[in-house]
């Protein structure tokens, strides 16, 4: 079994800085895609960022050049730092992780439980 647990989120000020964190345990061999969504109310889950385990990453237009995602493979963890943040981007921000099971060599996919980023004005 795998378990996915998002940390960091919280309420910041709009222009203020959060790091949200997501640790992976369980029946990993390795760890490939990784990514976070958000969930804002109201709106569709959407794709903000990605990161590929060589490190490649890709954004989403709404948070290119303010956040910021890395990756620990030696911790299954991923990483959001999010700088000049805006009201916009109060969401529920989920991690996605695409696990290569330790027992069976299976791909399978896992997300965490979403963790609240509110950002006042």
């Known amino acids: 079994q795998v378990t996915v647990v998002e940390s960091g989120g919280g309420l910041v000020q709009a222009g203020g800085s959060l790091r949200v964190s997501c640790e992976a345990s369980?029946?990993?061999?390795?760890?490939?895609?990784m990514a976070w969504y958000r969930r804002a109310p109201g709106k569709q889950r959407e794709l903000i960022a990605s990161v590929t385990s060589g490190g490649s990453t890709n954004y989403a237009d709404s948070v290119k050049g303010r956040f910021t995602i890395s990756r620990d493979n030696a911790k299954n963890t991923v990483y959001l730092q999010m700088n000049s943040l805006k009201p916009e981007d109060t969401a529920v921000y989920y991690c996605?992780?695409?696990?290569?099971?330790?027992?069976?060599?299976?791909?399978?996919?896992?997300w965490g439980q979403g963790t609240q980023v509110t950002v006042s004005s």
């Open positions: 369980g029946n990993i061999f390795s760890i490939g895609f």
């Open positions: 996605n992780a695409n696990v290569i099971l330790t027992t069976t060599r299976l791909n399978v996919n896992y």
